[in-house]
């Protein structure tokens, strides 16, 4: 993501958190145990969580003592690889039911999958599995739309149950041309204005879109925070200078190289302080306030 922190330490010893330990330079009112010994540090959690803290709703920018940093456009278009440049992501909330189903997916979820205008997941995933090889024009477009549906729901747009998602999707996505002509990168923006806990793996090969970075990811539902280890993070957090933020990690040749020349073509948008909307949700991309990553002091 954007501003991808270093390991920062204090000016005076340079003590920092490296392979997952703490080093023996931390004392114990940082959290070290009795004995000398270096607990874990998990994090795929801790570190999310103390950047959590720093993070206001107000501007959609998380506060570091070295300046300001959020997710932008840029971002969006550059991981995903979605249109900037389109129609706003509007239309229909209400009264779309069996009707719309039956049309768009071909088949109408039973009452118990049914909830309001939403319908479940598993449900999308269980009647979409495996495509069958002689199957129509219109079967295949059935599962197009509900393997979206379920892209959207479980990754770009989620819906706030976690395991439903809206129908309001489904008549978008009625043409597949003029599905493609949406501005999807300002309606996942617009919803995903949050904090990711899972950090990429900065060692992968790297290939478009880049959000492939974050497959190796497997999400642990039992894990825990340790206290200390995110009173670690906040103090990493908190001596973070200015020269140890990276605040434009897309600009090497190794990245620039793998990201289609189409991308690009938004790019004067990336930096445009602009309104997001997605159907009711409205938010501010205010990119005055993180001009740092776009290459300006």
Known sequence: MVGRRMSAGPPVDSRRVTGGRRTSGWSPKAGQKA?????????????PMAGVERWRTETHTFHLTCGETTITLKDVALLLGLPINGHKVIGQTSVLGSAVCAELLGVVPPAEQRKGQSITLMWLKETFGMLSYDAGQRQIECYARAYIL??????LMPYMSQNRVHLK?????????EAGRYSWSSAC????YRISSISPQTRAIVSFPLARRWAHIEVDDDNRSNK?????YRQLLDWLEM???????YD????????PHDIFADRPLWIAF??????????WHQTDRVTRQFGFA
């Open 274 to 283: 602009t309104s997001l909307i997605c159907f009711e949700v409205v938010e």
């Open 228 to 232: 200390h280890n995110v009173k670690i």
């Open 150 to 155: 379920r892209l959207i729901g479980c990754v």
């Open 169 to 177: 999707w489904l008549p978008l996505l009625r043409d597949f041309t």
């Open 35 to 47: 004995g000398g010994q270096s607990p874990e540090v998990d994090r795929t959690v801790d570190r």
């Open 243 to 249: 020269q140890q933020f990276i605040w434009r990690p």
């Open 189 to 192: 923006l617009a919803t995903l």
């Open 252 to 259: 090497s040749n190794e990245i620039i190289t793998q990201v």
